[in-house]
Antibody, heavy 127, light 110 residues
C-alpha cells in the first residue's frame, strides 16, 4: 500500500531554516511528483511546490521562490523540503503528497491532484 | 490567478440529510481540473473526487461531484456520522500561482 512517512515535529527560531523529509513506499518513487502543501493553525491549505523524483526538477509557488529548496534521494525514496528565513507566518503543518499528473503543458506535467498524503509535520516558529 | 470560493462556510445538517457544497472559480477551469478533499481534525486531507466528477478509490457512492467551467458542486446524498468534517476544493494548477485550494466548507452536526 502507498505510504508517505514524514519526519517529526520541529521547533525553530525566527530566521532559522527547517528541513522536512518524506519517505515513500508501496509504489515506484520516480513515477510520481512529490508536492508540499502547508496548513497554518486553523487555516486552509496552501501549495508550496513540487519536486520531480526522477529528474530532481522543481517548481515552487511564487511566494516561496528564493526561500525554499526541494530535493530527493532516490536511493532511499525520500523527498525533502527546506525552508529558510523562517518567520511566525511559516508556523504550520507541512504535508507531502503524491501528485497525479492530469495534464501537460509544453510536454511537462503541469496539472496535478493529490491521491496520497503524508500525516504532516508540525513546524513551530518561536523565539 | 484562479481564486476558488467555497460556500457556505459552514453547513449545519443532521445525519441522513443531503449536503450540497459549492466551489466557484474566478475564471473557467479547463478540462474539469478540479478535485475535492475531506479533512478531519488532526488528519491529512483525503482525496474524494478528481476530474470534477470521478470518485477516488474506496470513496462511497454517496459522494458525488458535478459541474464545469466556473461552478462545481460536491454532494453527499445522505450524511453519515463520519462525514462531518472540512471539505476543500482544489484546482489542478495554472501558472502563476499554480495549484490553489478553496477556503473550505465545514459540515457540522446540527
Amino acid at each position: 500500500q502507498v505510504q508517505l512517512v514524514q519526519s517529526g515535529a520541529e521547533v525553530k527560531k525566527p530566521g532559522a531554516s527547517v528541513k522536512v523529509s518524506c519517505t515513500a513506499s508501496g509504489y515506484t518513487f520516480t513515477g510520481y511528483y512529490i508536492h508540499w502543501v502547508r496548513q497554518a493553525p486553523g487555516q486552509g491549505l496552501e501549495w508550496v511546490g513540487w519536486v520531480n523524483p526522477k529528474s530532481g526538477g522543481t517548481n515552487f509557488a511564487q511566494k516561496f521562490e528564493g526561500r525554499v529548496t526541494m530535493t530527493r534521494d532516490t536511493s532511499i525514496s525520500t523527498a525533502s523540503m527546506e525552508l529558510t528565513s523562517l518567520t511566525s507566518d511559516d508556523a504550520a503543518v507541512y504535508y507531502c503528497a503524491r501528485g497525479v499528473a492530469a495534464g501537460y503543458s509544453f510536454g511537462l506535467p503541469t496539472y496535478f491532484y493529490f491521491d496520497f498524503w503524508g500525516r504532516g509535520t508540525l513546524v513551530s516558529v518561536s523565539s | 490567478e484562479i481564486v476558488l470560493t467555497q460556500s457556505p462556510g459552514t453547513l449545519s445538517l443532521s445525519p441522513g440529510e443531503r449536503a450540497t457544497l459549492s466551489c466557484r472559480a474566478s475564471q473557467s477551469i479547463g478540462w474539469q481540473y478540479l478535485a475535492w478533499y475531506q479533512q478531519k481534525p488532526g488528519q491529512a486531507p483525503r482525496l474524494l473526487i478528481y476530474g470534477a466528477l470521478s470518485r477516488a478509490t474506496g470513496i462511497p457512492d454517496r459522494f458525488s461531484g458535478s459541474g464545469s467551467g466556473t461552478d462545481f458542486t460536491l454532494t453527499i446524498s445522505r450524511l453519515e456520522p463520519e462525514d462531518f468534517a472540512l471539505y476543500y476544493c482544489q484546482q489542478y494548477g495554472s501558472s502563476p500561482p499554480g495549484i490553489t485550494f478553496g477556503g473550505g466548507t465545514k459540515v457540522e452536526i446540527k
